[in-house]
């Protein structure tokens, strides 16, 4: 897979020599969590797993040199369950995900580390992630973060029904890829699909809502598009990836910091 990850942030380019040379308490470990699932008939299998490594690959670059924060390889496989049916969809099941993140949760405490981020950029893995970073921190004593997507950017010209329904392969994402990895984009395949429409708020909706529904890519995207691809560009790709960038790295330095409270 390719790596925007600087090699000097890369843990798994140390040997256990240089490993046992970090300084235990501070070392902020990331572990990257993503996907290997369609995304529309445009966008390859590892387009989740691509953009996690991106933007943390842009945001490792930001950091101050001397802060002791690395990436550890990105468990490349999530729940995607959403999204059988689809062939190239690889989902693992909720227990194996949990029980691979609770593992190398032992691994890392067992080696004496005190901090570890999940950062994710599957929606499927979500609340699996919100569940492990508690264990995690109850079973282990690591100090455990979750550090979510874009790390919170307004998305500037997202149209309103996008931003609300803009889950998966749509302006976003393809906006990424074409920004980063174009010829892995094939922008004369591109559908567009919406789930429900920002304009019609009804009381049962897919996400975001008190009153959901559980949904099945299958039932309601025949291509596998939920959004719509057709304004993504490379010039917005470049510009929410450095914005996004910009805000996990801010988050992941507040993370090594913490929990000194006299750190910006
Ligand atoms: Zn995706």
């Known amino acids: 897979m390719k790596t925007w990850i600087p090699d000097s942030r890369n843990f798994a380019y140390l040997n256990w020599k240089q490993v046992d040379a970090l300084p235990r308490e501070s070392t902020l470990l990331v572990l990257p969590t993503?996907?290997?699932?369609?995304?529309?008939?445009?966008?390859?299998?590892?387009?989740?797993?691509?953009?996690?490594?991106?933007?943390?690959?842009?945001?490792?670059?930001?950091l101050p040199p001397e802060l002791p924060i690395?990436?550890?390889?990105?468990?490349?496989?999530?729940?995607?369950?959403?999204?059988?049916?689809?062939?190239?969809?690889?989902?693992?099941?909720?227990?194996?995900?949990?029980?691979?993140?609770?593992?190398?949760?032992?691994?890392?405490?067992?080696?004496?580390?005190?901090?570890?981020?999940?950062?994710?950029?599957?929606?499927?893995?979500?609340?699996?992630?919100?569940?492990?970073?508690?264990?995690?921190?109850?079973?282990?004593?690591?100090?455990?973060?979750?550090?979510?997507?874009s790390g919170g950017i307004p998305f500037e010209g997202l149209s309103a029904q996008e931003r609300a329904y803009g889950f998966h392969a749509g302006e976003v994402e393809t906006s990424f890829l074409l920004a980063a990895v174009p010829d892995l984009v094939d922008r004369s395949a591109y559908t567009v699909n919406y789930i429900a429409d920002v304009e019609k708020p009804q009381l049962l909706r897919p996400e975001n809502a008190p009153a959901v529904f559980a949904w099945l890519t299958r039932d309601i995207a025949e291509s596998g598009v939920l959004g719509d691809p057709r304004p993504s560009s490379a010039q917005k790709g470049t510009r929410w990836l450095e914005e996004a960038a910009t805000h996990v790295a801010a988050a992941l330095e507040v993370m090594s910091r913490y929990p000194d409270s006299s750190a910006k």
């Open 34 to 62: 993503a996907a290997i699932e369609q995304h529309g008939h445009h966008l390859p299998l590892a387009t989740d797993t691509l953009i996690n490594n991106l933007l943390l690959g842009r945001a490792l670059e930001k």
């Open 70 to 149: 690395y990436a550890l390889p990105p468990v490349h496989y999530g729940k995607s369950n959403e999204h059988i049916g689809f062939p190239g969809t690889l989902s693992v099941s909720a227990s194996t995900f949990m029980a691979v993140l609770r593992d190398l949760g032992a691994s890392i405490s067992t080696a004496g580390f005190k901090k570890l981020v999940l950062y994710n950029t599957h929606g499927g893995n979500t609340s699996l992630i919100d569940v492990m970073a508690r264990d995690l921190r109850a079973e282990f004593g690591l100090r455990t973060f979750a550090l979510h997507g």
